[in-house]
Each structure stands twice: as C-alpha cells, then as structure tokens.
C-alpha cells in the first residue's frame, strides 16, 4: 500500500527486464528508479535535518568522509575483494555463503552486501 501511494510498484525483482527489447526501455526504467530514490532520500534527509538540527554542510562534509572510505574521492564506494575465512576463495558479495565450502559470510556492513 505504502508503495501504491508513492507511485511505485514494489517488484519481486529489482534488475530491469532484459526481455524488453530495448536499451531505451532499460534506462528510462533506472532513470525512474533513480528519480523515486532521489525523492525518498530527500523525504529522509528532511525528517533527519528537523529531528536533529544537522545543516546541509555537515551532511556535505560527511559525505566527503564517507567518500574516501575506500580510499578514493570520486562519488563511488567500491567494496574491497572478500575471501573466505574457511577455505579461502574469493567471494561473490551477492551471496550469504560461500558458494564453494558453503560457509556463512559475514560482512562489515550491510551494504557491503548490496
């Protein structure tokens, strides 16, 4: 319901279709994902901002901090290579376990896991 008031389907799958046949038809759906998220994010920031008298420079200066997590100022947060812990082999970020020992993994954060 949430989602319906919003304008938005919420979609089992959250990657375009690839059987639409068209690259135009894949942006213009990002684009309107992106455009959705935007909003959200700005709705947040609002109650954040009010709730807790933070400025737009603070969140620009965490943002800069944030930036350089991994090393790099350049918009991007890029996840280092995992191995795992049991039999070493590289990990897929995608997965809850490793794909070759079956191994639970564990990340530092949640979005290292996105």
Known sequence: MLYANMGMRRESNNTPSSNSGSSKGDLE?????????KLVNLALWTFIKEAHGITEEQLIERYKQVDMIDGSSDGKLKVGIKKCTKCGKTLNPKFEKCQYCGTIVSFGTIF???
């Not at 759906?29 to 998220?37: A, G, V, W």
């Open 29 to 37: 759906i990002l684009t309107d994902r992106f455009e959705k998220l």
């Open 112 to 114: 290292e896991a996105i």
